[in-house]
Structure formats: structure tokens, C-alpha cells
């Protein structure tokens, strides 16, 4: 039960309300965005998630980048936070009463069993009603101003569908080991050259059928949604005993092998339209969120207070 609260955390949660530091008057703040602030208590409330997603994920990243990389995220959904403030989006109490009850329903827990779970690591009701208006705020924005305006023709869809391989209707289990070239947060052009090259060369001796000495974290049996995200799209290609990369993550160069895979049985099929259109939709959402978002920063007064 504590790992389907924590997911719950993790999709909803990211950031505390700003009038919970407000009762704080010591609390540092690590940013300034426009007329707003991101405090120390919300930087290391999101940590605290961010650390727990990370684990549940298999990653390793340092604690300087992942900091680096919260705070932006913050900074990301205060300028948001703010934008939809102007143009009005707004949520009633019995919006976040609904949503918490599909929430606990999906859980098959009470509202009541919630909301203890949720006390019990160490948030109040208060608060994390206030972190899920704020991220349904968001996301309400982001359909307003991204997804309302994006388009997906025949041709693409067609083009898509090619690119994506053959699916079976069964849950499919994947088994990765996962070899690292590291890098650290500072390291230069060569440094990043250099690593780069470490990853190509272990490749080729892995796909050579060299016995190597590299550490190897074993990642697992995982489903599809345990992936970790930088993985997903290499390992969708992949067969037994074949290796993916070299993939750029924060931490390094990755390089990963399908040791083995399997399925509960379901014939295999090829990918529907309307399911490559919702991928594409979804690619190109994202793609569109980022550019979108990475113009409002640069339009906005934007502070960092503390680096690492």
C-alpha cells in the first residue's frame, strides 16, 4: 500500500503550496520567479519525491544534478502556476473532492484511508489538496495553450505506424542489465567526447560476445511502465541478448542489454491507427510543452538564489 501511495505522490505531487512557507519566516528562499518565490521547504519536499521516483526507476544521479534539476521543474510550474492565474483557470473544492475519490476508488482505499496514508508521510490533507489544484491547474493550461493546437495528419500518422514494431495484446516483461559510463555534473566537451567513446567501445565488444569487466546493474523483470523513461523507446526494439546505445542520461552514458523478455501469452498484432495517433499525439505534446515552456522563461525574471 505505502508503494501506491507514493505513486500517487508521484504523479500528483510535486511541490509544496507556497502559503504553507509563508507560516514559515525562516524559510530560505532558493529562487525568485517574477513576483513569486521558490523556497527551501518546497525544494526539499520535491527531493524528497524526486529521490523516491528515481530509486523506484533504477537511476542513479547525483544529488547536485537531481537538486538542479527539481529546482527547474519549480521554477517551470511557478511561471505556469501564474499563466493560468490571468486567464482565469480555477478549481472548486468539489473538483479536488472528486478527483480525490476516483484517486482512492482506483487505489480501492477510502478517501478517509487516503488521506491518513498521505498523513502518515508526513503531508497534511491541507497540502497535498493544494499540490493536486496545482498540478490539475497545469495540465488544464497545457491543453489550453499546446494540445488545443496541435495537429496530426494522415500522412504522419501513416509514417508513425511504420516506425512503431509489432505489439503483442499481452503485457510484455522485460530483463535489462544496464552498464554506465559516468560523467560528472561539471564535465567538459572533451570529457563528454571521451565518455561517448568508452560507451561505442563497449558496445562493440559486448555485440562482439566479449566477456567484460564493467559493472553491470541489473535492472530486472520490469513491465513496460517500470522502464525508465530514457530507456523505453530502445528497449521496445530490442531482442534477447542484444544492446542499446550509447544513451545520454544526467549521469553518464548508459548502455543496455536485453538479457531476456517474455509475455503471459495474447497474439501479437501491429499497432491500431488510433492508438499510433494518441502515441504521436503525446510525442509531439511533449515536444511542444518543452519548446513552450522554455519561452515563458525566457520572457520571465527568473533568480536562482542556490545552485547546488
Avoid: C
Avoid at 17 to 25: I, R, S
Avoid at 112 to 119: F, G, H, K, M, V
Avoid at 265 to 276: I, M, Y
Amino acid at each position: 500500500m505505502k508503494k501506491i501511495i507514493l505513486l500517487t505522490l508521484s504523479l500528483f505531487l510535486i511541490n509544496i503550496d507556497l502559503a504553507y512557507a509563508e507560516k514559515e519566516p525562516l524559510d530560505k528562499i532558493v529562487a525568485v520567479v517574477n513576483d513569486d518565490v521558490v523556497t527551501k521547504s518546497e525544494l526539499n519536499r520535491s527531493m524528497t519525491i524526486a529521490k523516491i521516483q528515481a530509486k523506484e526507476q533504477g537511476m542513479e544521479i547525483s544529488h547536485d544534478k537531481l537538486q538542479s534539476n527539481v529546482l527547474d521543474d519549480l521554477i517551470n510550474k511557478k511561471l505556469q502556476l501564474q499563466i493560468a492565474k490571468q486567464v482565469g483557470i480555477q478549481f472548486t473544492d468539489e473538483d479536488i473532492d472528486r478527483v480525490i475519490k476516483n484517486i482512492a476508488e482506483k487505489n480501492n482505499i477510502t478517501v478517509a484511508d487516503l488521506y491518513e496514508r498521505i498523513n502518515h508521510e508526513g503531508m497534511s490533507t491541507n497540502q497535498y489538496r493544494n499540490e493536486l489544484k496545482e498540478q490539475m491547474t497545469v495540465q488544464k493550461l497545457q491543453q489550453q495553450e499546446v494540445a488545443s493546437h496541435i495537429v496530426v495528419t494522415p500522412d504522419e500518422i501513416k509514417n508513425f505506424m511504420h516506425k512503431l514494431p509489432t505489439q503483442s495484446n499481452a503485457p510484455r516483461e522485460v530483463h535489462l542489465e544496464d552498464m554506465l559510463v559516468p560523467l560528472s555534473e561539471n564535465a567538459s566537451a572533451d570529457d563528454v567526447n571521451q565518455a561517448e567513446k568508452q560507451a561505442k567501445t563497449l558496445m562493440t565488444r559486448l555485440n562482439n560476445g566479449e566477456k567484460i569487466d564493467t559493472e553491470r546493474n541489473d535492472l530486472g523483470w520490469r513491465k513496460a511502465n517500470e522502464i525508465p523513461s530514457v530507456f523505453a523507446q530502445y528497449v521496445a526494439n530490442l531482442k534477447a541478448n542484444e544492446v542499446a546505445g550509447p544513451i545520454r542520461a544526467a549521469n553518464g552514458f548508459h548502455v543496455i542489454r536485453l538479457i531476456a523478455d517474455r509475455s503471459l501469452g495474447g497474439k501479437v498484432e501491429t499497432p491500431q491507427r488510433d492508438q499510433a495517433e494518441q502515441l504521436l499525439m503525446q510525442q509531439k505534446f511533449q515536444e511542444k510543452v518543452k519548446h513552450w515552456v522554455s519561452k515563458m522563461r525566457s520572457q520571465a525574471f527568473i533568480s536562482r538564489t542556490m545552485t547546488s
